[in-house]
T-cell receptor, first 110, second 118 residues
Framework: KQEVTQIPAALSVPEGENLVLNCSFTDSAIYNLQWFRQDPGKGLTSLLLIQSSQREQTSGRLNASLDKSSGRSTLYIAASQPGDSATYLCALEYGNKLVFGAGTILRVKS | GAVVSQHPSRVICKSGTSVKIECRSLDFQATTMFWYRQFPKQSLMLMATSNEGSKATYEQGVEKDKFLINHASLTLSTLTVTSAHPEDSSFYIC??????????????FGPGTRLTVT
C-alpha cells in the first residue's frame, strides 16, 4: 500500500524567504508526481508535474524535484510572497489511481 | 481548455435527506470521472471511479448504496449522497479525463462542493 507523507504539516514564514516543502512516499513504483495548490474551500490548481523519467521541473519561482529511489519529492519556492499562502498537496500516480498527501499549509506573512 | 465544473459549490442539507452533486466537463468528453472526498486538514481520498455507461467502481470502505454515482453521458457525472448524516459533511471534488486510464497528465479537477449536513 502506498502512503504519502508531507512535512511540515504547516509552515509560517516572512515574505521573501526561500522555502522547501517535502513529500515522501513508501513505494517507489510510481508513474508521475504532481504538486498542487489548494486555496481555502477551493479546488486544486496544478503547479508542476514531474514524469517518472524526469528529476525536476521548474516554473517561475517554483522548482520541484523527484528522487524515486529514495521516495522523495521536494517543492522549492523562491522569494515567497503573501499570495503564495495556500495548502500545497503532492499527488502521485500509483497503479491505476492517484494517491494524495495531506498537504502543507503555508502562510507567508507580509 | 479542459475545464471541469461542479454544482452546487456549497450545499447544506438536513440529516436524513439526499443531496445530488453534479460534475461536468465543459470542453471535452469525459470517458472517466473520479470522485474524491476531503476532510479538513486531510488528503483527498478517492471514493469511486466511473466510466461512461458503466457502473462505478468503489474504493474499499465506500458504501455504494449510500454514495450513488451516475455517469450517464460523456459530459456529466452525478454523486448522490443518500440519507445524509453529519459525518458525511465534507468537501467533495470530482475530476474528469478523456481517457479510460487516466494518469495525472489527463485528469482535470473540478472546484469542489462543500457539503454540510445539519
Amino acid at each position: 500500500k502506498q502512503e504519502v507523507t508531507q512535512i511540515p504539516a504547516a509552515l509560517s514564514v516572512p515574505e521573501g524567504e526561500n522555502l522547501v516543502l517535502n513529500c515522501s512516499f513508501t513505494d517507489s513504483a510510481i508513474y508521475n508526481l504532481q504538486w498542487f495548490r489548494q486555496d481555502p474551500g477551493k479546488g486544486l490548481t496544478s503547479l508542476l508535474l514531474i514524469q517518472s523519467s524526469q528529476r525536476e521541473q521548474t516554473s517561475g519561482r517554483l522548482n520541484a524535484s523527484l528522487d524515486k529511489s529514495s521516495g522523495r519529492s521536494t517543492l522549492y519556492i523562491a522569494a515567497s510572497q503573501p499570495g503564495d499562502s495556500a495548502t500545497y498537496l503532492c499527488a502521485l500516480e500509483y497503479g491505476n489511481k492517484l494517491v494524495f498527501g495531506a498537504g502543507t499549509i503555508l502562510r507567508v506573512k507580509s | 481548455g479542459a475545464v471541469v465544473s461542479q454544482h452546487p459549490s456549497r450545499v447544506i442539507c438536513k440529516s436524513g435527506t439526499s443531496v445530488k452533486i453534479e460534475c461536468r466537463s465543459l470542453d471535452f468528453q469525459a470517458t472517466t470521472m473520479f470522485w474524491y472526498r476531503q476532510f479538513p486538514k486531510q488528503s483527498l481520498m478517492l471514493m469511486a471511479t466511473s466510466n461512461e455507461g458503466s457502473k462505478a467502481t468503489y474504493e474499499q470502505g465506500v458504501e455504494k448504496d449510500k454514495f450513488l454515482i451516475n455517469h450517464a453521458s460523456l459530459t456529466l457525472s452525478t454523486l448522490t449522497v443518500t440519507s445524509a448524516h453529519p459525518e458525511d459533511s465534507s468537501f467533495y471534488i470530482c475530476s474528469a479525463s478523456p481517457r479510460r486510464r487516466a494518469g495525472l497528465r489527463e485528469q482535470y479537477f473540478g472546484p469542489g462542493t462543500r457539503l454540510t449536513v445539519t
